[in-house]
């Protein structure tokens, strides 16, 4: 296991398993101000990654390796403002789902899905750059998932 990256994948549903879980262990009543910013994280999110599954259409895998010859490095759309927007895109809405709940737990499983996708993007980025030409360059010019800065 783990040729096309599959203990990546593994782990990933770990983690939605543990977001959507964490509200039903403990959790409290956020303050009216926390649960719009929530869901303003959450509508956020969900626009970003269905932005990314968009735009990367026939390219999308849930493996880390390029699924096979027919797909293409996709450097536009919002792939032209950051490399993993689908990441980014599940980082800020189970931030934001967690905030609407109230669920500390789920908020530090959130943050530590941040450093998991943060992972899992440079491991997809070296076998990007390994199959595809312009993958350094585009590495170089596009950040990973806050545009302009990270």
Known sequence: MNRR???WFVVQLLFFVALLG???VRRRRPALLIRV???GLLGAGAAVAVAGYRDLGESHSPWTTPNDERCQLVTTGIYGHVRHPIYAGW????????????SCLGV??????VVFYDLKA???????????PGAASYRADVKRFVPGVY
Do not use: I, N
């Open 37 to 39: 910013l929530g869901l």
């Open 108 to 113: 530090s499983a959130a943050a530590a899905l």
């Open 5 to 7: 990256g599959e203990a």
């Open 91 to 102: 980082c800020l809405g189970s931030l934001g789902f967690e905030a609407v709940t109230g």
């Open 22 to 24: 964490a509200p039903m």
């Open 122 to 132: 440079r491991d997809e980025d070296r076998h990007l750059a390994d199959r595809y």
